[in-house]
Protein backbone atom coordinates (compact mmCIF):
# COMPACT_ATOMS: atom_id res chain seq x y z
CA UNK A 1 0.00 0.00 0.00
CA UNK A 2 1.40 3.59 -0.85
CA UNK A 3 2.34 5.48 1.40
CA UNK A 4 1.61 9.07 2.38
CA UNK A 5 2.46 11.50 -0.36
CA UNK A 6 2.65 15.22 -0.71
CA UNK A 7 3.94 17.41 -3.34
CA UNK A 8 5.82 19.54 -4.20
CA UNK A 9 8.98 18.16 -1.72
CA UNK A 10 10.33 21.81 -1.95
CA UNK A 11 9.30 25.35 -2.73
CA UNK A 12 10.96 28.77 -2.70
CA UNK A 13 8.62 31.46 -2.52
CA UNK A 14 9.16 35.36 -2.39
CA UNK A 15 7.78 37.40 0.56
CA UNK A 16 3.84 38.42 -0.17
CA UNK A 17 3.26 35.50 -2.84
CA UNK A 18 0.34 32.74 -1.98
CA UNK A 19 1.41 29.01 -1.62
CA UNK A 20 -0.63 25.47 -2.43
CA UNK A 21 0.73 22.44 -1.29
CA UNK A 22 -0.57 19.05 -1.69
CA UNK A 23 -0.84 15.94 0.18
CA UNK A 24 -3.10 12.41 -0.77
CA UNK A 25 -3.07 10.37 2.11
CA UNK A 26 -2.99 6.25 2.37
CA UNK A 27 -5.82 4.60 0.15
CA UNK A 28 -8.69 4.39 2.85
CA UNK A 29 -7.94 6.99 4.87
CA UNK A 30 -10.35 9.42 4.92
CA UNK A 31 -8.86 12.36 7.51
CA UNK A 32 -6.01 14.59 7.18
CA UNK A 33 -3.86 16.85 9.64
CA UNK A 34 -1.59 19.23 8.87
CA UNK A 35 1.51 20.35 10.76
CA UNK A 36 4.09 23.18 10.73
CA UNK A 37 7.62 22.06 12.06
CA UNK A 38 10.13 25.36 12.58
CA UNK A 39 13.56 25.05 14.77
CA UNK A 40 11.92 27.89 16.78
CA UNK A 41 8.35 26.45 17.52
CA UNK A 42 8.89 22.61 17.14
CA UNK A 43 6.09 20.59 15.49
CA UNK A 44 2.70 22.39 15.66
CA UNK A 45 -0.75 21.49 14.28
CA UNK A 46 -2.65 23.68 11.77
CA UNK A 47 -5.58 21.78 11.26
CA UNK A 48 -7.43 18.31 10.36
CA UNK A 49 -9.86 17.31 7.90
CA UNK A 50 -12.35 14.69 7.91
CA UNK A 51 -15.05 13.92 5.22
CA UNK A 52 -14.15 17.11 3.41
CA UNK A 53 -14.85 19.06 7.08
CA UNK A 54 -12.88 21.08 9.08
CA UNK A 55 -13.11 19.04 12.67
CA UNK A 56 -9.86 20.67 14.43
CA UNK A 57 -8.23 23.65 14.16
CA UNK A 58 -4.79 24.64 15.63
CA UNK A 59 -3.54 28.28 16.79
CA UNK A 60 -2.83 29.98 13.26
CA UNK A 61 -3.80 33.00 11.33
CA UNK A 62 -6.44 33.31 8.84
CA UNK A 63 -3.94 33.07 6.26
CA UNK A 64 -3.37 29.38 6.48
CA UNK A 65 -6.57 27.40 5.03
CA UNK A 66 -7.05 23.96 3.65
CA UNK A 67 -9.43 22.27 2.00
CA UNK A 68 -9.95 18.61 1.21
CA UNK A 69 -11.90 16.99 -1.38
CA UNK A 70 -14.19 14.26 -1.90
CA UNK A 71 -11.30 11.49 -2.55
CA UNK A 72 -9.82 12.52 0.65
CA UNK A 73 -6.73 14.44 -1.15
CA UNK A 74 -6.25 17.81 0.79
CA UNK A 75 -4.44 21.02 -0.11
CA UNK A 76 -2.83 23.43 2.44
CA UNK A 77 -2.91 27.34 1.17
CA UNK A 78 -0.77 30.24 3.20
CA UNK A 79 -1.30 33.53 1.78
CA UNK A 80 0.51 36.65 1.99
CA UNK A 81 3.78 34.55 3.00
CA UNK A 82 5.70 36.35 5.60
CA UNK A 83 9.45 34.91 6.21
CA UNK A 84 8.50 33.01 9.12
CA UNK A 85 6.09 30.63 7.33
CA UNK A 86 9.63 29.06 6.28
CA UNK A 87 9.61 25.54 7.33
CA UNK A 88 9.11 21.94 7.15
CA UNK A 89 5.23 21.36 6.56
CA UNK A 90 3.97 17.82 7.09
CA UNK A 91 0.62 15.85 6.29
CA UNK A 92 -0.48 13.41 8.27
CA UNK A 93 -3.24 10.48 7.45
CA UNK A 94 -5.57 8.07 9.66
CA UNK A 95 -8.48 6.42 8.95
CA UNK A 96 -10.96 8.24 11.24
CA UNK A 97 -10.88 11.14 13.78
CA UNK A 98 -10.96 9.08 16.86
CA UNK A 99 -7.08 8.83 17.78
CA UNK A 100 -6.41 6.00 15.20
CA UNK A 101 -2.99 5.53 14.12
CA UNK A 102 -1.63 8.80 12.02
CA UNK A 103 0.98 7.93 9.43
CA UNK A 104 3.41 11.26 7.86
CA UNK A 105 4.23 11.81 4.56
CA UNK A 106 7.71 12.71 3.94
CA UNK A 107 6.98 16.85 4.14
CA UNK A 108 7.12 20.16 1.81
CA UNK A 109 10.25 22.19 2.70
CA UNK A 110 9.45 25.60 2.20
CA UNK A 111 11.49 28.69 1.84
CA UNK A 112 10.12 32.19 2.14
CA UNK A 113 12.48 34.61 0.96
CA UNK B 1 -3.27 22.59 24.75
CA UNK B 2 -1.47 19.91 26.29
CA UNK B 3 1.87 20.02 27.35
CA UNK B 4 4.45 17.59 26.62
CA UNK B 5 7.53 17.33 28.52
CA UNK B 6 10.64 14.92 26.82
CA UNK B 7 14.27 13.86 28.57
CA UNK B 8 16.44 14.06 28.09
CA UNK B 9 16.58 16.43 25.47
CA UNK B 10 20.27 15.17 24.09
CA UNK B 11 21.53 11.83 24.63
CA UNK B 12 24.86 10.60 23.64
CA UNK B 13 25.84 6.99 23.30
CA UNK B 14 28.33 4.61 22.60
CA UNK B 15 27.32 1.36 20.11
CA UNK B 16 25.36 -1.60 21.52
CA UNK B 17 24.48 0.47 24.65
CA UNK B 18 20.74 0.39 25.65
CA UNK B 19 18.97 3.80 26.76
CA UNK B 20 15.44 5.22 27.80
CA UNK B 21 13.22 8.16 26.69
CA UNK B 22 10.72 9.63 28.09
CA UNK B 23 7.28 12.06 27.90
CA UNK B 24 5.21 13.40 30.27
CA UNK B 25 2.53 15.12 29.40
CA UNK B 26 -0.57 17.22 31.12
CA UNK B 27 -3.80 15.69 30.34
CA UNK B 28 -5.54 12.44 29.77
CA UNK B 29 -5.45 11.94 25.64
CA UNK B 30 -6.66 8.73 24.13
CA UNK B 31 -3.85 8.83 21.13
CA UNK B 32 -0.22 8.58 21.92
CA UNK B 33 3.08 7.82 19.62
CA UNK B 34 6.17 7.64 19.01
CA UNK B 35 8.16 8.57 15.93
CA UNK B 36 11.50 8.80 14.55
CA UNK B 37 12.35 11.88 12.32
CA UNK B 38 15.28 11.21 9.77
CA UNK B 39 17.87 12.93 8.31
CA UNK B 40 15.13 14.08 5.26
CA UNK B 41 12.59 15.21 8.03
CA UNK B 42 9.89 12.32 7.56
CA UNK B 43 8.58 11.33 11.01
CA UNK B 44 8.77 7.26 11.17
CA UNK B 45 5.98 5.42 13.47
CA UNK B 46 7.43 3.45 16.28
CA UNK B 47 4.52 2.74 17.99
CA UNK B 48 1.15 3.83 18.16
CA UNK B 49 0.99 3.46 21.91
CA UNK B 50 -2.28 5.13 24.24
CA UNK B 51 -1.78 2.36 26.80
CA UNK B 52 -0.14 -0.57 27.69
CA UNK B 53 3.18 -2.14 26.38
CA UNK B 54 4.23 -2.94 23.19
CA UNK B 55 7.98 -4.45 21.65
CA UNK B 56 9.28 -4.38 18.19
CA UNK B 57 13.02 -5.51 17.47
CA UNK B 58 15.37 -4.08 19.94
CA UNK B 59 12.35 -1.33 20.88
CA UNK B 60 9.67 -1.40 23.77
CA UNK B 61 7.29 1.33 24.75
CA UNK B 62 5.08 1.73 27.66
CA UNK B 63 2.27 4.42 28.16
CA UNK B 64 1.07 4.85 31.60
CA UNK B 65 -2.07 6.77 31.16
CA UNK B 66 -3.14 7.37 34.73
CA UNK B 67 0.14 8.87 35.86
CA UNK B 68 0.26 10.43 32.03
CA UNK B 69 3.96 9.71 31.06
CA UNK B 70 5.37 7.27 28.11
CA UNK B 71 8.29 5.71 28.02
CA UNK B 72 10.47 4.48 24.87
CA UNK B 73 13.32 1.93 25.27
CA UNK B 74 16.27 1.54 23.04
CA UNK B 75 18.49 -1.70 23.65
CA UNK B 76 21.76 -2.87 22.17
CA UNK B 77 21.67 0.62 19.90
CA UNK B 78 23.38 0.76 16.14
CA UNK B 79 24.67 4.18 15.17
CA UNK B 80 21.59 3.56 12.87
CA UNK B 81 19.50 4.98 15.83
CA UNK B 82 20.66 7.93 15.19
CA UNK B 83 18.24 11.08 15.20
CA UNK B 84 15.27 12.44 16.99
CA UNK B 85 12.64 10.62 18.44
CA UNK B 86 9.40 12.29 19.25
CA UNK B 87 6.65 11.68 21.13
CA UNK B 88 3.21 12.99 19.89
CA UNK B 89 -0.37 12.80 22.13
CA UNK B 90 -3.66 13.95 21.53
CA UNK B 91 -7.28 13.60 21.90
CA UNK B 92 -8.63 12.38 18.40
CA UNK B 93 -6.04 13.89 15.59
CA UNK B 94 -4.96 16.83 17.53
CA UNK B 95 -1.47 16.06 18.09
CA UNK B 96 0.81 17.75 20.47
CA UNK B 97 4.65 17.10 20.29
CA UNK B 98 7.17 17.30 22.94
CA UNK B 99 10.36 18.81 22.15
CA UNK B 100 12.13 15.80 21.11
CA UNK B 101 15.16 13.93 21.80
CA UNK B 102 18.34 13.94 19.70
CA UNK B 103 20.28 10.69 20.06
CA UNK B 104 23.98 10.36 18.69
CA UNK B 105 25.11 6.58 18.98
CA UNK B 106 28.53 6.69 18.33
CA UNK B 107 30.38 3.58 16.80
Known amino acids: KAGVTQTPRYLIKTRGQQVTLSCSPI?????VSWYQQTPGQGLQFLFEYFSETQRNKGNFPGRFSGRQFSNSRSEMNVSTLELGDSALYLC????????????FGPGTRLTVT | GIQVEQSPPDLILQEGANSTLRCNFS?????LQWFHQNPWGQLINLFYIPSGTKQNGRLSATTVATERYSLLYISSSQTTDSGVYFC?????????FGSGTKLNVKP
Open chain 2, 88 to 96: AVGNFNKFY
Open chain 1, 27 to 31: SGHRS
Open chain 1, 92 to 103: ASSLGTGGNEQY
Open chain 2, 27 to 31: DSVNN
